[in-house]
């Protein structure tokens, strides 16, 4: 079940929703074999005792300053038993992220969404931000456009989980997207923040 989502749509696509409505089907349920991203619910690898700074599995990660705070946690979960859990570093203009590509057809639309949890506690959330991305690359690998999706703070629905979404189509030459979760740091050494990232899927909508 989807609770306070918050999506930005570069293009709506309605047949889909209006046909799955009338066959009586979930929301969804048209395009849920389009699911394009591997480890969604960041399973991989299971996490044993005592384990720290594991990353997850198909998921490539980045860091504007070579410090990468993205690890695998059971802290919290919104499905199975891990999430990934970003830490802010508190310096000012850095950023880090983590990021998956697969495999688009030009003139297609997508959607990209991910669940993020924010601390209760004041303290925890600090005063940072995350968005969703997507790089739109060629075939030589070279990115031929870029889509923005909204934005989260430490003001977004603290306590528990809610999506994000980004709807954009793939434009020409785009044969690959790269889907991206960026955490921006906005410079609080006293208040760095943390958030949560679980269940993130792309799909082809139809």
Request: charged share 20%.
């Given at each position: 079940?989807?609770?306070n989502r918050v999506g930005l749509n570069v293009k709506k696509v309605l047949?889909?929703?209006?046909?799955?409505?009338?066959?009586?089907?979930?929301?969804?349920?048209a395009h849920a074999e389009e699911q394009l991203l591997e480890n969604r619910y960041f399973a991989a690898p299971a996490l044993e005792a005592g384990q720290r700074n594991v990353m997850p599995e198909d998921w490539?990660?980045?860091?504007?300053?070579?410090q990468v705070q993205i690890h695998l946690t059971r802290d919290r979960a919104k499905e199975g038993e891990q999430s990934v859990r970003f830490a802010a570093s508190g310096t000012a203009n850095t950023f880090q992220g983590m990021s998956q590509v697969a495999a688009v057809e030009a003139g297609s639309s997508y959607e990209f969404a991910v669940h993020v949890y924010l601390a209760r506690?004041?303290?925890d959330r600090g005063s940072l931000r995350g968005q969703l991305s997507v790089e739109w690359l060629n075939a030589q690998d070279e990115e031929v456009a870029r889509s923005w999706g909204p934005v989260w703070t430490d003001e977004d629905s603290p306590?528990?989980?809610?999506?994000?979404?980004?709807?954009?189509?793939?434009?020409?030459g785009a044969v690959n997207?790269?889907?991206?979760?960026?955490?921006?740091d906005t410079g609080d050494a006293e208040r760095p923040g943390i958030f949560h990232v679980d269940d993130a899927g792309v799909w082809e909508l139809p």
């Open positions: 079940m989807r609770n047949p889909g929703l209006l046909l799955a409505l009338w066959l009586g089907a979930p929301v969804g349920a490539m990660t980045f860091s504007s300053d070579n506690e004041e303290e306590g528990f989980w809610q999506e994000f979404s980004l709807t954009a189509e793939a434009p020409e997207g790269r889907f991206v979760i960026t955490q921006f």
